[in-house]
């Protein structure tokens, strides 16, 4: 006698290393790839007792007047939060993944409620003196990451601008920094500033048009090649 078994699809989201127990943190950070301005991260801990945040995800999938209308409730809503950031100088010091983890870090560490878990946007995770685990897409999964997400995204776009009032020759107030077409344009006219990260390569290749030595991660010099001018007199 055959026996039929029925088929049944299990989804496996990973696993979770937290209990009821446990005080969680979302952690996310907001501008590794730009070519200026410091890297912020956010670590967020929702208050149970409050209503819960409807609308959450990933901070790059929403407009920016959602994000400043959820940055908003998270704040209200929040038992803890906290915003931190890396320089750029600590960026071109350490590299823009060090940088990073320091300032996830820092926004872990300047929690007003110690949290007992911390859940990470990522593939890895900064050295904290708590558990911690890294979730891959953890800003459109797991809603405490996505508050950090929009927590760090808005408040480094709000930065860009700010910088935008005294640098508006780059645009920093359309593209946060990123490399853009107008905003590598416009480093080709007016060279770089010092909130830019030198150690970014296009940044880079803009002082050496300039021909402005540069010194990057790790002590290394950078030296324009000097230019020969044809039309000197023997």
């Avoid at 301005?37 to 819960?52: C, H, M, N, Q």
């Avoid at 600590?90 to 300032?103: G, K, Q, R």
Wanted: proline fraction near 7%; aromatic fraction near 4%.
């Amino acid at each position: 006698m055959t026996r039929k078994t029925a088929s049944k699809t299990v989804n496996q989201n990973g696993f979770d290393f937290s209990s009821p127990e446990d005080i969680v943190c979302g952690v996310d950070e907001a501008g590794r790839g730009p070519l200026a301005g410091p890297v912020v991260a956010a670590a967020v801990i929702f208050d149970p007792s409050k209503p819960r945040i409807r609308g959450l995800d990933d901070s790059k999938a929403l407009t920016a007047k959602k994000r400043d209308e959820l940055y908003e409730k998270i704040i209200e809503r929040s038992l803890a939060y906290c915003i931190a950031s890396a320089s750029v100088e600590e960026i071109d010091s350490l590299n823009i993944l060090h940088a990073t983890m320091l300032a996830m870090k820092r926004a872990v560490e300047g929690l007003k409620v110690t949290p007992t878990l911390a859940k990470i946007d990522g593939n890895r995770c900064p050295t904290l003196s708590i558990r911690s685990e890294a979730i891959v897409s953890g800003d459109a999964l797991v809603p405490c990451i996505s508050a950090a997400s929009i927590l760090a995204k808005v408040t480094r776009d709000r930065m860009l601008l700010e910088l935008h009032q005294m640098f508006p020759m780059y645009g920093f107030d359309a593209h946060a920094g990123y490399g853009t077409p107008q905003h590598l344009t416009a480093l080709r006219e007016h060279g770089p500033c010092e909130h830019h990260r030198r150690s970014f390569a296009p940044v880079r290749e803009a002082h050496l048009r300039l021909g402005t030595a540069i010194v990057l991660p790790r002590g290394e010099v950078v030296i324009p090649p000097v230019a020969t001018d044809d039309s000197a007199p023997f």
